[in-house]
């Protein structure tokens, strides 16, 4: 009987069409992307609208300071504290390219879009 149910229940076997998989806001311990296959709703979705959330408002808030620190009055900073700088604006930016990526995919393409230029609703990843 557990030998049906594993069968039955085995991931390996059972690919999620392209769709259902959204990009998570984190990526694994190696730094590879983590993917969820959800219908948009649940915990886990959740917890990553969440975290998308706070990622694009530390972004905005680290733009804000870099926009200030550029500004003519400002008074220089160290190299330290540029290269830090550098480096917050970088992860951010990553971040938000993240995001970008990860909502653009669950943007549904329009059927009539795909018949209208020939293509279909896969290429248009």
Same mark, same amino acid.
């Given at each position: 009987?557990?030998?049906?149910a594993?069968?039955?229940?085995d991931?390996s076997t059972v690919?999620?069409a392209a769709?259902?998989?959204?990009?998570?806001? !984190?990526?694994n311990? $190696?730094g590879?992307?983590?993917?969820l296959?959800?219908? &948009? &709703?649940?915990?886990?979705?959740?917890?990553?609208? +969440?975290?998308?959330?706070?990622?694009?408002t530390?972004?905005?808030? *680290? *733009? $804000?300071h870099a926009r +200030?620190v550029?500004?003519?009055?400002?008074?220089?900073l160290? $190299?330290?504290?540029?290269r !830090?700088l550098?480096?917050?604006?970088t992860?951010? *930016?990553?971040?938000?390219?993240?995001?970008? $990526?990860?909502?653009?995919?669950?943007?549904?393409?329009?059927?009539?879009?795909?018949e209208?230029?020939?293509?279909?609703?896969?290429?248009?990843?």
């Amino acid at each position: 009987m557990a030998e049906e149910a594993t069968r039955l229940f085995d991931a390996s076997t059972v690919e999620p069409a392209a769709e259902e998989l959204r990009l998570l806001p !984190w990526a694994n311990p $190696d730094g590879l992307p983590c993917y969820l296959s959800t219908d &948009g &709703g649940g915990y886990l979705a959740t917890l990553a609208d +969440g975290i998308e959330e706070v990622q694009l408002t530390m972004g905005q808030e *680290l *733009l $804000d300071h870099a926009r +200030g620190v550029l500004a003519p009055a400002a008074r220089a900073l160290t $190299d330290v504290e540029y290269r !830090w700088l550098a480096c917050r604006l970088t992860e951010a *930016l990553s971040d938000t390219l993240r995001v970008a $990526d990860s909502r653009g995919q669950r943007i549904p393409v329009p059927p009539d879009t795909a018949e209208a230029d020939g293509s279909d609703a896969q290429g248009a990843h």
